[in-house]
Every structure is written in C-alpha cells, then in structure tokens.
T-cell receptor, first 114, second 113 residues
Framework: ETGVTQTPRHLVMGMTNKKSLKCEQH?????MYWYKQSAKKPLELMFV???????ENNSVPSRFSPECPNSSHLFLHLHTLQPEDSALYLC?????????????FGPGTRLTVL | QQQVKQSPQSLIVQKGGISIINCAYE??????FPWYQQFPGKGPALLIA?????SEKKEGRFTISFNKSAKQFSLHIMDSQPGDSATYFC????????????FGSGTQLTVLP
C-alpha cells in the first residue's frame, strides 16, 4: 500500500448504528486530519492530530469521535448520526515539521445515513 | 478572516483553450497557497503551490499567478485537455502552530473534446 488509504470506501448506516472509519498513511508523516466534504461547499476540517495528540476540534458534534493510536492510523467513530451527516469523509496526512503544510489525501469514505 | 473565496463554481472550456480559476483571501498571515485537483471517486491531490514572495509559478501547463496587494491568486491551465476535467480547489495556510489549510468551495472544470 502506498500513500493514504481509507476503509471502507462506501458505508450506509442507520441513525442508530455505530460504525468506524479507518485511515492509514504510509508516508512517514506525523500529522493526520479528518475532513468532511459536502457538495458545493469547502472542505470542512473536523479534527487534527499532531504527533498523536489532538490539536484541533472544529466544533464537531460529539456523535463523531476520533481516535489516533499512532502516527500512521486514524479512526473516526460514528454513532447516532443524522441524515445531514451524509458526505464524503476524507483523511489526510502531512509532515507537521515541514516548511509547508502539504497534505496528502486518501480517496475518502462515502457515507450515507438513512 | 479565514475564508478563501473561489470562482467560478463551474467552468466549461473547449479543448486547447485556457481555463482560469480565481481565489481571494482576507487573512494577510497566509503564506502558502496550494491548488488541489480532485477527480470523481478520488481524494484531492496537490497540483501546484506558491508562496507570496513570487508573483508567478509555472509547472508544465499549470500556472499560478499571485497578486499580494489584491490578496488574490489564480490558476491558469493552458492548452486545456479533456483529461483536465476535474474539480479544482484553492487553499491557503499560515505557518506557525496552526498550519491548517483553509479551502475554497471548488470549481468544477469540464473540458470539451
């Protein structure tokens, strides 16, 4: 595997379900991100992990819970979601100590909440 | 102040033509301006980036023009090809502890054969 991988690629869940999204980066980076991408809107930054520590939580509802067990893996735990949470969820990674914040994105998980 | 405004929302260009996408920002602390390209079913991929100490950067058919005083930057795609059809996002970030990218809303480019 190379770059940033995400699983599953597609997920359909009911409002009462609990599921998790997984992201893995194979780039040796030390920062990882979760973004939400909705149609015709800017990418919305949800969470930032820098050296495994959460440094940003952009007012994300508690029904989204991130976990970063090490610098290569990132999870997004989902529970009691709402239909408006349906979107493409993108994971990215970067080298935090680099001169620029060049982020590399995974292919995303297309989430549909029924 | 953290917004990056991108236009147009969609753009249709004939093969061989020039595609131009514009972005404007307000935060003068931004010091890194990348453009990302996203194909359907894929995540965004870094296309080209510029820092404000230069007014233009060219990589192949892709050029970023940067106007620091106007707080605007644009992406020019010369000799546009059908394979360039994708969604393009501008972004901006500042250094320091934040290092977050603020994205524009995207431009869907269609290049007609």
């Amino acid at each position: 595997e190379t770059g940033v991988t995400q699983t599953p690629r597609h997920l359909v869940m009911g409002m009462t379900n609990k599921k998790s999204l997984k992201c893995e980066q194979h780039l040796g980076h030390n920062a990882m991100y979760w973004y939400k991408q909705s149609a015709k809107k800017p990418l919305e930054l949800m969470f930032v992990y820098n050296f495994k520590e959460q440094t940003e939580n952009n007012s994300v509802p508690s029904r989204f819970s991130p976990e970063c067990p090490n610098s290569s893996h990132l999870f997004l735990h989902l529970h009691t979601l709402q239909p408006e949470d349906s979107a493409l969820y993108l994971c990215a990674s970067s080298q935090w100590t680099g001169p620029y914040n060049e982020q590399f994105f995974g292919p995303g998980t297309r989430l549909t909440v029924l | 102040q953290q917004q990056v405004k991108q236009s147009p929302q969609s753009l249709i260009v004939q093969k061989g033509g020039i595609s131009i996408i514009n972005c404007a920002y307000e935060n003068t602390a931004f010091d890194y301006f990348p453009w990302y390209q996203q194909f359907p079913g894929k995540g965004p991929a870094l296309l080209i980036a510029i820092r404000p100490d230069v007014s233009e950067k060219k990589e192949g058919r892709f050029t970023i023009s940067f106007n620091k005083s106007a707080k605007q930057f644009s992406l020019h795609i010369m000799d546009s090809q059908p394979g360039d059809s994708a969604t393009y996002f501008c972004a901006a970030s500042n250094g320091g502890s934040a290092r977050q990218l603020t994205f524009g809303s995207g431009t869907q480019l269609t290049v007609l054969p």
